[in-house]
T-cell receptor, first 113, second 114 residues
């Protein structure tokens, strides 16, 4: 059973602060890792993909991957009220010739003005 | 515009009734997926299809059925055997089977019991 665990939250940060979201996974052979943002009542939207150890930056978002520790995180710098959403961590793994995603249960982030 | 279209946005099911949720994509993606999301929870995989005329059960396939007769279309039927169908249903696609590329989602269908 592939498992993905996220810090349960909810997480509240003041506007302008750094929000830190964490995720651990159980499958050592997972190769691809994704962060999705889901606004209330909407579908998930991909915001970051990361495939190799280290940091990947895209605007105010930084994804960090440590495969040895089976840990992936998302940092949001200069948090804005519009960042208030649930953030889903997803881990890709092989199932025969196909690949599947296992999702964490999400961390709800509130950015306070 | 390229994307994934799910319909209807809201659906109500009566006791003993089968209902079908539509998912169409014009991204030329090979792989398509159906997920279920319950309040406060992550996504759980119902079925997935890597190529036309082939599909596989996911973690929670009981009470559901699918077909993949065309590359663009992957409809999901919620049968009367699914006793707790109230949920948010999400269809996704990715470029080809075995790919490490991410999945992209449609806008979802909310299903409720009357």
């Amino acid at each position: 059973q592939k498992e993905v665990e996220q810090n349960s939250g909810p997480l509240s940060v003041p506007e302008g602060a750094i929000a830190s979201l964490n995720c651990t996974y159980s499958d050592r052979v997972s190769q691809s890792f994704f962060w999705y943002r889901q606004y209330s009542g909407k579908s998930p939207e991909l915001i970051m993909s990361i495939y190799s150890n280290g940091d990947k930056e895209d605007g105010r978002f930084t994804a960090q991957l440590n495969k040895a520790s089976q840990y992936v995180s998302l940092l949001i710098r200069d948090s804005q009220p519009s960042d208030s959403a649930t953030y889903l961590c997803a881990v890709s793994w092989a199932s025969g010739s196909a690949r599947q995603l296992t999702f964490g249960s999400g961390t709800q982030l509130t950015v306070l003005p | 515009d390229g994307g994934i279209t799910q319909s209807p946005k809201y659906l109500f099911r009566k006791e003993g009734q089968n209902v079908t949720l539509s998912c169409e994509q014009n991204l030329n993606h090979d792989a398509m997926y159906w997920y279920r999301q319950d309040p406060g929870q992550g996504l759980r995989l119902i079925y997935y299809s890597q190529i036309v005329n082939d599909f596989q059960k996911g973690d929670i396939a009981e009470g559901y059925s699918v077909s993949r007769e065309k590359k663009e279309s992957f409809p999901l039927t919620v049968t009367s055997a699914q006793k707790n169908p109230t949920a948010f249903y999400l269809c996704a696609s990715s470029i080809y089977r075995g790919s490490n590329q991410p999945q992209h989602f449609g806008d979802g269908t909310r299903l409720s019991i009357l």
